[in-house]
């Protein structure tokens, strides 16, 4: 049981104890005040996340890969792709700082209530983006190859006339889909470890605001 919830308590029973005497209202700003920093700092680390991906796409630019699927000239599917991620990636930039704004301005505990609810959500809707953006990702690049490499067509032309085509592709999807896989359970761990510790403070907060309107 933590501070809080002794205080908490300590109020109710307006009884002697080790802790200072706090009323409702003292209670409630140091909630709104703890709330109001996770939400700073979801805002804070999504930001950085984004800076962090960023740097790693242009560390990357001049690798092999990179330069390969650059003679591919699949501008036209690649570059409104990035930009419908930039888009919604900038939505959620402006979701966070908005619960964050709107927290830190509340004045009623139902209030509070309702952001720190609307947070969560907004977390999990991000993390849902990310993912979905990365399998998305993945398959078109996947798709590009396919049609405009001249390594990969000449190996389906060969298994086609072969004929283990159907192999080939499931071969491909297969080994694609595990390190797919193994990709995004590391970076699921990543949102666990850091948006998760923060969405367990903030669901405490939650749980307090409920007692304190009993």
Not at 26 to 40: A, D, N, P, R, T
Request: charged letters at 25%; hydrophobic letters at 50%.
């Amino acid at each position: 049981m933590d501070e809080l919830e002794l205080l908490k308590k300590d109020w109710k029973k307006n009884e002697d104890t080790k802790y200072p005497k706090l009323s409702y209202k003292e209670i409630y700003g140091m909630i709104l005040k703890k709330s109001s920093s996770i939400v700073k700092w979801i805002f804070i680390i999504s930001i950085l996340e984004f800076a962090f991906w960023t740097l790693i796409s242009f560390a990357f630019k001049n690798t092999e890969y990179n330069k390969r699927f650059e003679s591919y000239h699949a501008e036209n599917i690649m570059i409104p792709f990035l930009i419908l991620g930039y888009i919604i990636l900038g939505y959620f930039f402006y979701k966070f700082y908005m619960n964050y704004r709107t927290i830190s301005a509340t004045d009623s505990a139902k209030i509070l209530m309702e952001n720190i609810l609307k947070t969560r959500r907004t977390v999990k809707q991000y993390v849902g983006f990310n993912l979905i953006y990365l399998a998305l990702s993945a398959f078109i690049a996947l798709g590009v190859q396919f049609d405009r490499d001249e390594e990969m067509i000449s190996l389906v032309e060969k298994a086609s006339a072969n004929g283990e085509i159907f192999k080939f592709y499931a071969v491909t999807i297969i080994l694609t889909l595990v390190f797919l896989g193994l990709l995004i359970a590391i970076i699921l761990g990543f949102y666990y470890l850091i948006y998760g510790i923060l969405l367990k403070r903030l669901n405490r907060n939650y749980r307090e605001l409920k007692k304190l309107e009993v």
